[in-house]
């Protein structure tokens, strides 16, 4: 949280200056205070949009595991995916099948 400026800054803006070098340390610190209102501003903002940044990062990370476990789903494709006829029995048609369902988990 920006906390607003003390008390005794403010009062010190408030004075007339009596000499010179008053009037010139007077006008030094209203511009060190305008300065670091314009500061807070920016870093007000720039929260805010590293806040939305982080927001929109998790938000695309949990959309592309799930893309991901899609595609790792979708590429096991066919057992035997060369539309020849097969007979199924065997012990390579069997280990096929055990290491498929290997994968599937």
Known sequence: PIEPP????????TITPQTENEALLLAALKETHIDNKNLQGRLVHVQASNLLNEMYCKKMQVELASKENKKKKKGLGKLMGDGLPRMLSGDKFYQKVVERTEQQR
């Open 6 to 13: 003390s008390t005794m800054i403010v009062d010190l803006l």
